[in-house]
């Protein structure tokens, strides 16, 4: 009799806590449909405003380009899977590079003072171990290469088999904005969600705490992931937008050049003048369980930045346009008059 009163309750408290996750489910879906939806209504009023004169400088432009791209339309003798891997692979693994070479000299040496006098957590050890960033080096190469490069294979099957991806014309200004505005808002969607998931504790323990063992993270570690995570949480969200809105290999070149760039500075550590502000990811990697998304529009709808929204780093998120480092002209409390933590680090990190 108690065993089928505890049964009963206890396939009650099931039914209860399914219910609960399909309306949060709904929830969630019902916020991410208002994302996208309002973000597609500003675009309608972007275009027809600011795009205007933006169209007035591509038309000088768009000639030259639209010429750069036939010249190597010829070269490469009509050749497309060829012009695809270099514009969706090589040129923006060139720019990932380019950019995080620069920035892992300055990690491993703690010059030139003008770049390190913007750190974040200046209370990290700099400079950053030279063995701890080859290993992470030699992950991000292995990545790219047994994970990144069969995917874009696949992606051109794909892209291929439902369009033209290397079309002799190149697409419009407007085209090429709004299809950019569209990556921008999926990418936001799919990285928030996966993310999320990722820090459950199992997929957290197998497979995400791998990328999480940098508190103070650094340009490369933007790339530094499990296998699972680099192609679900890395790979597809940047994917679908292209793959879904059939992209021309320009749009997609510029997009994936975009999103390691600025993954490499929401990792970076250094919140440098005119550069966007990575304060919001920087602290996703110090407190684990705040500030999931890219953009942060989810995590505003989520509450999951409700305690970095009270912080100094929150304070300091934001443009930076003068040359004194924000952790000067915002600096942190005195250490007495910091009271306890509203979060504490969950025990499975
Ligand atoms: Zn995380
Ligand atoms: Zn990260």
Redesign the pocket.
């Known amino acids: 009799m108690r065993a089928s009163s505890s049964s009963s309750s206890s396939s009650s408290s099931w039914m209860q806590s399914v219910q609960d996750s399909s309306n949060g489910f709904w929830d969630s879906l019902k916020k991410a449909a208002f994302v996208i939806g309002s973000g597609l209504f500003f675009l309608v009023a972007f275009r027809n405003s600011v795009t205007w004169h933006l169209q007035r400088f591509w038309g000088a432009s768009g000639d030259f380009w639209q010429a750069q791209w036939t010249r190597l339309y010829t070269v490469f003798n009509r050749n497309e899977a060829s012009l695809f891997f270099i514009g969706t692979m090589l040129v923006p693994t060139l720019f990932f590079w380019m950019f995080n070479g620069f920035l892992m000299i300055v990690d491993m040496t703690g010059k030139p003072a003008f770049i390190t006098r913007y750190k974040i957590q200046q209370d990290k050890k700099s400079p950053v171990e030279v063995e701890r960033v080859w290993r992470a080096v030699k992950k991000v190469l292995c990545n790219q290469l047994f994970l990144s490069v069969p995917l874009l294979v696949l992606t051109y099957t794909v892209m291929s088999w439902r369009g033209e991806p290397c079309a002799p014309e190149l697409p419009t200004f407007h085209w090429v904005l709004l299809e950019l505005a569209v990556c921008g808002l999926l990418e936001e969607v799919l990285f928030y969600y996966s993310h999320r998931l990722f820090h459950y504790p199992f997929f957290y323990k197998n497979i995400h705490k791998l990328?999480h063992e940098w508190t103070a993270?650094i340009g490369v570690?933007?790339l530094y992931a499990h296998p699972v995570e680099h192609v679900l949480s890395n790979m597809l969200p940047a994917l679908i937008g292209p793959v879904l809105l059939g992209s021309h290999m320009a749009t997609t070149s510029l997009w994936f050049s975009m999103a390691l760039i600025v993954t490499s500075i929401?990792?970076c550590g250094y919140h440098l003048p005119l550069l966007p502000s990575p304060e919001f990811?920087d602290f996703?990697?110090l407190k684990f369980n705040q500030c999931y998304g890219v953009l942060g529009v989810l995590d505003r709808l989520h509450g999951t930045d409700d305690k970095f929204r009270k912080t100094k780093e929150y304070e300091r998120h934001t443009l930076l346009l003068s040359l004194t480092p924000l952790t000067k002209s915002i600096p942190d409390m005195p250490k007495k008059q910091v009271t306890s933590q509203p979060w504490t680090r969950p025990k499975n990190k």
């Open positions: 990328h993270p570690v933007s929401s990792h990811h996703h990697h």
